[in-house]
């Protein structure tokens, strides 16, 4: 059975840092490997989604990046903002287009 | 880009009664939608896998008979909680994947439950 991890739990950080998100998942056969973004009582927004065959995708102030033989993922988020403050969700894909979510990730950055 | 529109965005309502979720593709036609269940703090998990025209496939652990799922057409599916119990209070969201891009999971806004 496929688990994901990620840590850490929540992260404080002031604006302007640099930051790195980490995921972890048991089963390296994926499909793909899907970074998301949640606000509170809101729904997903798809940040990333890097397949298995890729090592890394970029998009404005992040990068993500997969090792799929070693199970793990990376979120880097360059020069923080205050409106970058939400619940930060790593989901893997497998057969029958599933996706498994890990617990998320609380980022919070203080003006 | 494809819009996922899920109805209602919050529901009260008492313990004992039926609430009905729908969640529609607005633009595109979806060929498989997902439902998820997440309770607060907590990560989503999958509770079923609908296409349209077919049963729903449900998740271990989850009980069919009380979580309906109906998926009429390629745009609409939608969820029933049946005789909801304070414990099924949570936040339900769906995803919908269409046929151009098949590894894309679109998600609605949600919809938070509350049982009282």
């Known amino acids: 059975k496929q688990e994901v991890t990620q840590i850490p739990a929540a992260l404080s950080v002031p604006e302007g840092e640099n930051l790195v998100l980490n995921c972890s998942f048991t089963d390296s056969a994926i499909y793909n490997l899907q970074w998301f973004r949640q606000d509170p009582g809101k729904g997903l927004t798809s940040l990333l989604l890097?397949?298995?065959?890729?090592r890394e995708q970029t998009s404005g102030r992040l990068n993500a990046s997969l090792d799929k033989s070693s199970g793990r993922s990376t979120l880097y988020i360059a020069a923080s903002q205050p409106g970058d403050s939400a619940t930060y969700l790593c989901a893997v894909e497998t057969s029958g287009s599933r996706l498994t979510f890990g617990e998320g990730t609380q980022l919070t950055v203080n003006p | 880009g494809a819009v996922v529109s899920q109805h209602p965005s919050w529901v009260i309502c008492k313990s004992g009664t039926s609430v009905k979720i729908e969640c529609r593709s607005l633009?595109?036609?979806?060929?498989?939608m997902f439902w998820y269940r997440q309770f607060p703090k907590q990560s989503l998990m999958l509770m079923a896998t609908?296409?349209?025209?077919?049963?729903?496939?449900?998740e271990q652990g989850v009980e069919k008979d009380k979580f309906l799922i109906n998926h009429a057409s390629l745009t609409l599916s939608t969820l029933t909680v049946t005789s909801a119990h304070p414990e099924d209070s949570s936040f339900y969201i769906c995803?919908?994947?269409?046929?151009?891009?098949?590894?894309?999971?679109?998600f609605g806004a949600g919809t938070r439950l509350s049982v009282l």
């Open positions: 609908s296409n349209e025209g077919s049963k729903a496939t449900y």
């Open positions: 995803s919908a994947i269409g046929y151009r891009r098949l590894n894309i999971q679109y």
């Open positions: 633009d595109f036609q979806a060929t498989t």
């Open positions: 890097i397949q298995s065959s890729q």
